[in-house]
Each structure stands twice: as C-alpha cells, then as structure tokens.
C-alpha cells in the first residue's frame, strides 16, 4: 500500500496536471478547428472538450495556502516541455497525423501519468486526487478506444500515422517527456 502524497506532492501533481490538460486541450482543439474531415474533427473536439471539463476539478485540487503556491502554480515540469509541445504541434500536418499523435502520443503519455499517480496516491489521504483522476482516466480511455477505432477505419495512412506519431514521441522524450 502506498503512503499517501503530501500536500506538497498532491499541489505539484494538480497544477503540473493541470497545465498539461490545458496546453493539450489547446493543441487538441486547434486541430479539430482545422480540420476538414469531419469524423476527425468530432473526435479531436470531442477530447479537448473532455479535457476542458476536468479543468475545474484539478484545480479545485490546488491548495489556496501561499505556502504552496509556487508548487501548486500550473506550469510545464521543465522549460524545454513547452518548447517540445509546439514542435509536436507544428510537425503533424494532416488530420490522419494529428489523429495519431493526438490519441497515441498526448491522450496515451496523459493516461500513464495520471495511472501512475494514482499508483503513488493512499486511499483515504488522497481521496480528492483519486476521484478527478479516476473520471479524467475515464474520459481518456473512451476517447483512445474512439481514437484507435477511427484510426482503424483510416489504414491507408496507417504509415504516416505511426510516422507522425514516432516523431512527436521523439520530440517529447528529448525534452524529458510531458510530465
């Protein structure tokens, strides 16, 4: 059984959490507004939608205390990760591509963070933290699978898919990864 987070970790995990959702959201949105398939268009919509609701809960997370602010403050786990993020989003062109990295690369690196989290959480101390990312890892899951499945419905750029999303990958792991 895991010991718990301390307030310090729980206000680092909820404003680093909540930058990531945001700054994906934003990304993810981006490429739904342009683009001009229409069923991935939905499905990038609908996932930074998703993204966007759990917003208030991460940061209902956030401690008010000043003690905590800097911890708690929303921000990128290292300066390079911004950087890293507007590569990404610049290198995927097509929709088939932003589709990839979008459910294979972000919603996917976003799902493990928030597993692994929940992995170092105690049951009862951070009961809070468990239930915004039991119903954030919900959202994520069924927005994969919906992901994959159209994704599947696309094999002829199967190649380019995996391509993009190798490359995004890459680009994240140079700058240490999202989280």
Excluded: K
């Excluded at 909820?14 to 683009?35: D, F, P, Q, T």
């Excluded at 921000?75 to 290198?91: C, I, K, W």
């Excluded at 995996?162 to 999202?178: K, V």
């Amino acid at each position: 059984m895991s010991p718990g987070l301390t307030m310090a970790d729980t206000a680092r995990a909820a404003g680093g959490l909540s930058w990531a959702v945001e700054r994906l959201a934003g990304i993810i949105g981006s490429w739904a507004a342009a683009a001009d398939d229409p069923a991935t268009a939905v499905w990038l919509a609908t996932a930074a939608r998703h993204l966007e609701w759990h917003q208030d809960g991460l940061e209902e997370l956030r401690p008010g205390y000043e003690a905590l602010a800097a911890e708690s403050r929303p921000a990128p786990a290292r300066p390079q990760t911004d950087a890293a993020l507007d590569l990404v989003a610049a290198g995927a062109t097509d929709p088939v591509e932003r589709l990839a990295v979008a459910n294979r690369v972000l919603l996917e690196g976003l799902s493990a963070h928030c597993a692994a989290l929940r992995a170092a959480a105690a049951a009862r101390a951070d009961t809070p933290l468990d239930r915004v990312l039991e119903f954030l890892m919900a959202d994520l899951r069924r927005d994969r699978e919906a992901g994959e499945a159209l994704l599947e419905g696309l094999a002829a750029s199967s190649a380019a898919a995996r391509s993009a999303a190798d490359e995004a990958q890459r680009r994240l792991a140079a700058a240490g990864g999202i989280f």
